[in-house]
C-alpha cells in the first residue's frame, strides 16, 4: 500500500521530468571535466538513508509552549503512515526510530505495520528522562545515575525493555541519553555519580544482544544547567571505552556548545573505532532542533567531507547509523522531515565530490588555500539534479514537497486526526 497515491506522483514527476534529465546530462558533463562519473555519484546518493525519529512528525514546542498543527498523529501507527510519506517522496529514510515508551505497542501490530508501509525500525531510543504514570521512582534527581539503586535499577530494566521490544522488530541498536546532571555547584559529586552512571551502563550492556551495538549520546546541557554527566564527547569516549566493543558514541550535532569543531571531534570518534552515529540536525545557539543544513549548511557538508573520508579510505569499524533529530515548531514536520533528509543527503552528495588526491596533496605541500578551496568547490557544486535523479529514478518525487501538498494528505488526515492539545513536547 502507499500513501500517497501513484498516479499522482507520476503526474508531478511528468510534469519535470525532461528539465531534471536536461539539468542532471549538464552536470555530468561538468563532472566529467573533473574525471568524476556522474552515475556512479547518484548510486551512492541512491542508497543512501537517514533514519527518521518517530517523535519528529508531530510538533515539538518548546518549554514555553506547543502549537499543535492539523492532523498530528495519535499514535504510532498514524506516525509510521506520516513516516512512510516522507520515504514514498523522498526515498531517503527507509526506516523508523522508536522512542520508548511513548511508541510502545504489541511488536506484531508494529512489524505488520511496517510491512504494509514498506519501513523498517532503526535504533531503539530509551526515555529516562520524564517520569510515566505509575512509575515507582522519580527521574526528578537522575536516572541512571540517581544516588537511590531503585531508581536506577528501574532505570536499567527500561532500557532492557527497550531492548527486547526492538529484538522483535529487527532492531539492533539501543540509543541512551539521559539527562542526569545537577542545577547547583555541590549538588553532586561529580565522580561519585559518574561511577553509578557507568555500573547502571555496564548492567545493560551485560544484556546487549551479540549483534546490538549500544550508542551514548552526549549533551552538553539541559535539563541539567550546572553539570551533566555525559556533557561531552570526552567523556561519551570514556564510557565506550569502559563499556567495551559493542559501545560506541552518538553524536547530537546540536548537543555541544557554540562554535565547536564538530567535524574534528567525528574524526577523533573515527580514528579510535568509536563513531556509532548521527542525530541529524542544525543549531544556532544551543540544542535548537532546527531542520538539518537550515543554519549552517557547511557544517553538514564538513562532518559529510569526514565520513566520505572515512568510506573511501575503508576506516576499521566505521559503520555509523545515520538518523534525524529535529524538533519543527513552525513547519509541517512531514515537510521539514523530507528537506531534511534531502538536506543530509546533499552534503553526502557533495561530499563525495572531494577531489581527494588534489586535497591531500595540498595539504602535505601546506597550501592551506588550494586546500580549503578544494573543499569549497565541492560544496558548492549544485548537486540537485542528482538528488532529483535519484529519487525518480528509485520511485520517489522530483520534487518531494510539491507533490506532498498536491496530495493534500495533511487535510486528509486532519479529517480523521482529532485536534491534539498544546501539553507535552518531544524534543531529546
Ligand atoms: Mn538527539
Same mark, same amino acid.
Given at each position: 500500500m502507499t500513501m500517497i497515491e501513484k498516479d499522482l506522483l507520476a503526474r508531478q514527476n511528468e510534469a519535470c521530468a525532461e528539465t531534471v534529465s536536461r539539468d542532471y546530462d549538464m552536470l555530468g558533463e561538468q563532472l566529467r571535466r573533473q574525471g568524476i562519473s556522474i552515475d556512479e555519484i547518484k548510486t551512492k546518493v541512491s542508497g543512501y538513508g537517514v533514519a527518521i525519529p518517530s517523535w519528529g512528525v508531530g510538533s515539538g514546542g518548546t518549554r514555553f509552549a506547543r502549537f499543535p498543527g492539523a492532523g498530528e498523529p495519535r499514535n504510532i501507527f498514524d506516525k509510521l503512515e506520516d513516516c512512510a510519506v516522507i520515504q514514498e517522496l @523522498?526515498? %531517503? @529514510?527507509p526506516s523508523v526510530s522508536l522512542h520508548i515508551p511513548w511508541d510502545k505497542a504489541d511488536p506484531a501490530d508494529l512489524n505488520s505495520k511496517a510491512d504494509e508501509l514498506g519501513l523498517k525500525f532503526d535504533a531503539m531510543n530509551s526515555n529516562t528522562f520524564q517520569d510515566q504514570l505509575e512509575?515507582?521512582? +522519580? *527521574?526528578? *534527581? /537522575? +536516572?541512571?545515575?540517581?544516588?537511590d539503586r531503585a531508581t536506577r535499577q528501574q532505570a536499567i530494566e527500561h532500557n532492557l525493555e527497550c531492548i527486547e521490544l526492538g529484538e522483535a522488530i529487527g532492531s539492533n541498536a539501543l540509543t541512551i541519553w539521559v539527562g542526569d /546532571? +545537577?542545577?547547583?555547584? /555541590?549538588? +553532586?559529586h561529580f565522580t561519585k555519580q559518574f561511577e553509578r552512571y557507568l555500573e547502571s551502563a555496564k548492567s545493560i550492556y551485560g544484556k546487549l544482544p551479540a549483534d546490538w551495538r549500544l550508542f551514548t549520546e552526549h549533551k552538553m546541557y539541559e535539563p541539567a544547567f550546572y553539570s551533566t554527566v555525559v556533557q561531552d564527547w570526552g567523556t561519551n569516549y570514556l564510557i565506550a571505552n569502559e563499556l567495551g566493543e559493542k559501545a560506541f558514541c552518538l553524536v547530537d550535532l546540536g548537543h555541544h556548545a557554540p562554535n565547536v569543531n564538530i567535524e574534528m571531534i567525528v574524526a577523533r570518534l573515527i580514528q579510535f573505532g568509536k563513531l556509532g552515529g548521527f542525530h541529524f540536525n542544525d543549531s544556532k545557539y544551543g540544542d535548537d532542533d532546527l531542520d538539518t543544513g537550515s543554519i549552517d549548511p557547511y557544517r553538514l557538508f564538513l562532518v559529510f567531507n569526514e565520513l566520505v573520508d572515512a568510506e573511501v579510505r575503508s576506516a576499521p569499524g566505521f559503520d555509523p547509523a545515520h538518523m534525524l533529530d529535529q524538533s519543527h515548531n513552525v513547519t509541517d514536520p512531514i515537510e521539514s522531515l523530507m528537506v531534511s533528509a534531502m538536506e543530509v543527503q546533499r552534503a553526502y552528495a557533495q561530499a563525495l565530490l572531494v577531489d581527494r588526491s588534489s586535497l591531500e596533496a595540498y595539504q602535505d605541500e601546506n597550501d592551506a588555500l588550494m586546500a580549503t578551496t578544494t573543499l569549497k568547490q565541492a560544496f558548492r557544486t549544485n548537486v540537485e539534479p542528482i538528488l532529483a535523479m535519484a529519487r525518480l529514478e528509485t520511485g520517489? %518525487?522530483?520534487d518531494p514537497v510539491s507533490t506532498y501538498r498536491a496530495a493534500g494528505y495533511r487535510q486528509q488526515v486532519a479529517e480523521i486526526r482529532p485536534v491534539t492539545s498544546g501539553a507535552g513536547g518531544g524534543i531529546v
Open positions: @523522498t526515498r %531517503a @529514510t512509575q515507582p521512582h +522519580s *527521574y526528578k *534527581y /537522575g +536516572s541512571l545515575s540517581h544516588t /546532571g +545537577s542545577n547547583f555547584p /555541590g549538588q +553532586s520517489g %518525487a522530483i
